[in-house]
């Protein structure tokens, strides 16, 4: 059974980091595309983050670019996305997708269940 697990949510002040991770299992992920999405509360799910199967190609929503990274360890089937400079409006529930069928902008085979990130101001 394919799970992805998010990890590293919680509450930071604005102007801080927090690091997710999420751990694939069930088939090994290092030859796909991984994805970060978030959704806040009356919002529809927002692209955050893709890294190509390499890692040799990353994107970003216009949203986070200069301030989230996304990394990987294909060794550890884990994606990582580095958030720093947080600020209140990144307020969401972080998902982790694997496995676009097409574009790394929409939709995914694979995904977690999330995980929670508030910022306060």
């Known amino acids: 059974q394919v799970q992805l697990v998010e990890s590293g949510g919680g509450w930071v002040q604005a102007g801080g980091s927090l690091r997710l991770s999420c751990a694939a299992s069930?088939?090994?992920?290092?030859?796909?595309?991984m994805g970060w999405f978030r959704q806040a509360p009356g919002k529809e799910r927002e692209f955050v983050a893709a890294?190509?199967?390499?890692?040799?190609?990353?994107y970003y929503g216009d949203s986070v670019k200069g301030r989230f990274t996304i990394s990987r360890d294909n060794a550890k089937n884990t994606v990582y996305l580095q958030m720093n400079s947080l600020k209140p409006e990144d307020t969401a529930v972080y998902y982790c997708a694997a496995e676009p069928p097409g574009s790394y902008y929409h939709s995914y085979k694979y995904w977690g269940q999330g995980t929670q990130v508030t910022v306060s101001s």
């Open positions: 890294i190509s199967w390499s890692g040799g190609r990353e």
């Open positions: 069930g088939r090994t992920f290092s030859n796909v595309a």
